[in-house]
């Protein structure tokens, strides 16, 4: 099913979902799209929805050689990953799950894909890819005291216990602190965040 500049390949059971994804891009992509100076129409994404959780965990073990018990969507390539509500609410710690928190797994994943579309070492800043993907996309804000070192955050973010809580919280102290231009600039010159990140990080602490 392609409408505009997104497309979801999933079963015929399942195009009632596919609607619903795309009308999600349609009503918050350009916003996304437009924080990272592309307009709607710009960046173009798939997203693939397999039938079942066991078939999304089969891509990522063939893809990376490894898959998370708590993961339920990614972004690969400009490909978004996931599978239907009914089976992310299979995955640890999705059980309750509302359609609502569903829709800003997939547009999360879809900043992902903007952000790569200007800067692809992205990658190598997990935590601050992660927490503007959760800021971009509405996910909610959980409080949560940061305590790690800034080896830890920049080292190994994908380990941090409540990782994803301390990188939304550094990222809305970045958006109260910075000016869009400031963040606009850390995206398009990583080398920059990756000078400022422990200010950063300090600053965060106190908060």
Known sequence: MTKNNFTVICSPEDKATAESVISSLESNGG????????????VDQTVIIYPTLEDYRA????TFNFYSGYSVGTAYNGVVHTTTL?????????QYMSESDYMK???????????????NDLYKLNWFAEGLAQKLS????????????????????QSLENGYAISLKIVNYMFDNYSYAQIMDFIKNPDKLRAETEKILNGAKGV
């Open 31 to 42: 916003s996304i799209a437009g924080f990272f100076g592309f307009n709607s129409t710009e």
């Open 105 to 119: 797994i997939i547009l999360h994943e879809y900043v992902h894909t903007c952000h790569s579309s200007v800067n």
């Open 138 to 157: 509405g996910q909610p804000v959980y409080d949560v005291k940061i305590t790690c070192t800034l080896e830890e955050l920049t080292g190994n973010f």
């Open 86 to 94: 009914s089976q992310c609410r299979r995955a640890d710690g999705h």
């Open 59 to 62: 891509f990522l073990m063939n």
